[in-house]
């Protein structure tokens, strides 16, 4: 299913996919009709949006009448596929695919797509900083918060795209097939969409579905479900050429890029020599999970050609993103960190262990139907005292034995209660383990209000 100038599509969600996706439609010719379930009043904004880009809006109530004139429709990641309104779409014979096939469809550029559970981000834009510090021309987008789309359509055959990629919008792939795929790692999230960890990881799985040899898949040995794809160890097979590494030492012999000894390492051949490439302590990154960061974005840096010369020390200059174990502040010695990209226990799990001393965490929002007694244990054992807010505070609470626990009722008051709790030379560490929509607009916005409910801390005590 190729794109052509002229088709007729249906966009279905208009979020900050969806409406870059219309946007780019109509820039290649075609026809589009957009289409969202959210309240009308709330959607004025977003249709006179759609109407400037030369695109009609269709209230859902209305699609029947459209869908005869449709060729594709083009799924939003936030919309699932078993919702109402995809199901009759479906039954009306129209193939759905994601926002990233038609930008796989549409790019002149090689792609590399990340995906994993945790990590996605952080390699996605790290390995963007190597390729610009190799001097190679590169774009990055997709799940990282800009939409692969425009990346793409701007894409020369000379560049590189980097995408991070999610699991939704895998699901709707046709034809989607990056030069190189990379999995970083596969732990329970979304829950509250897939059916089982089997389900998760199947569409985690489809990112090297269409790849064959001239491609190459990265994975992560470290994850059970990843090293089963290595050859002899599983039944699933990667058609790709594989590069593998891990931060352990159990399958170091079958990494091509490996941490030993406090340094990382590259296997010249299977069996051979290693190279030095750098130190551990030098990467400016906080948490042993982002030395698998480092390594899985050094990778595809390998992978893609970069010299190895320099890489390391490119490394060192890369300062992280907003959100993920970001300091916001130091409020009379007690350290401040914005860790509101961590929607899983996975992540707070490894946030929980970034960090040395004495521990207040933040916690809390929306379930995705996660179990949250690993997450527990790691709370009990690392935290000095623990505030919960949102939905899903009793079910946290209760896999939590040990360190006090307080209520919030926000954010502000979180941070206050938090504050209370810590004393100099202790981490007041905001990583919820759960989506943000039950009280906020997105995990960002919660970080956002966690700074400055930070820094509306720190106004009073320097008052």
Not at 63 to 90: E, F, K, Q
Not at 371 to 385: E, T
Request: charged fraction near 20%; hydrophobic fraction near 45%.
């Amino acid at each position: 299913m190729s794109f052509h100038a002229g088709g007729r599509y249906l966009v279905i969600g208009l979020g900050r996919t969806g409406l870059p996706t219309v946007d780019v439609l109509r820039s290649q010719g075609a026809q589009v009709v957009a289409t969202d379930e959210k309240d009308p009043p709330t959607m004025r904004d977003v249709v006179s949006r759609v109407e400037a880009a030369g695109a009609r809006f269709c209230d859902p109530a209305a699609l029947m009448t459209v869908l005869p004139h449709i060729d594709t429709a083009v799924l939003s990641p936030g919309v699932p596929r078993s919702g109402a309104l995809v199901r009759s779409i479906l039954a009306a014979g129209i193939p759905i695919i994601s926002e990233i096939e038609v930008a796989y469809q549409l790019c002149k550029a090689p792609i590399i797509a990340v995906t994993g559970t945790k990590g996605k981000s952080t390699v996605t834009a790290l390995a963007a900083h190597l390729f610009a510090a190799a001097g190679k021309n590169v774009l990055a987008g997709g799940n990282i918060g800009n939409a692969l789309i425009k990346e793409a359509v701007s894409a020369s055959k000379d560049d590189w795209v980097i995408a991070e990629i999610s699991s939704f919008q895998l699901e709707s792939i046709r034809d989607f097939r990056p030069r190189i795929s990379v999995l970083l790692n596969i732990a329970p999230d979304h829950l509250d969409r897939y059916d089982s960890m089997d389900e998760y990881a199947a569409a985690k799985y489809r990112i090297f579905e269409n790849q064959d040899r001239s491609d190459i898949f990265i994975g992560n040995l470290e994850d059970p479900r990843i090293l089963a794809l290595y050859p002899e160890r599983g039944t699933r097979r990667v058609r790709a050429q594989t590069l593998w590494f891990t931060a352990g030492g159990a399958h170091r012999e079958l990494a091509s890029l490996f941490a030993y000894d406090g340094t990382i390492w590259r296997a010249r051949e299977p069996g051979g020599d290693a190279a030095q490439v750098m130190r551990c302590s030098d990467i400016p990154l906080p948490g042993t999970h982002n030395v698998e960061n480092v390594l899985a974005a050094l990778s595809i840096a390998f992978a893609a050609g970069c010299d190895p010369a320099g890489l390391g020390a490119a490394i060192t200059r890369f300062r992280g993103m907003p959100h993920r174990l970001q300091t916001i502040a130091e409020i009379g010695g007690t350290r401040y960190v914005d860790d509101s990209k961590a929607t899983n226990p996975a992540a707070v799990i490894a946030a929980l262990h970034a960090f040395a001393g004495g521990l207040v965490l933040i916690a809390g929002g929306k379930s995705k139907r996660t179990d949250f007694r690993q997450m527990g244990q790691a709370i009990s054992a690392r935290a000095k005292s623990v505030v919960l807010f949102g939905e899903a505070a009793d079910e946290i609470a209760a896999s939590i034995a040990g360190p006090p626990i307080e209520r919030a009722s926000s954010m502000d008051d979180a941070v206050v209660r938090a504050a209370r709790a810590a004393q100099a030379g202790d981490v007041v560490l905001l990583s919820p383990g759960c989506a943000s929509f039950d009280m906020f607009d997105s995990a960002e916005h919660r970080g956002d209000v966690f700074a400055a409910c930070v820094q509306a801390l720190g106004a009073v005590a320097r008052a």
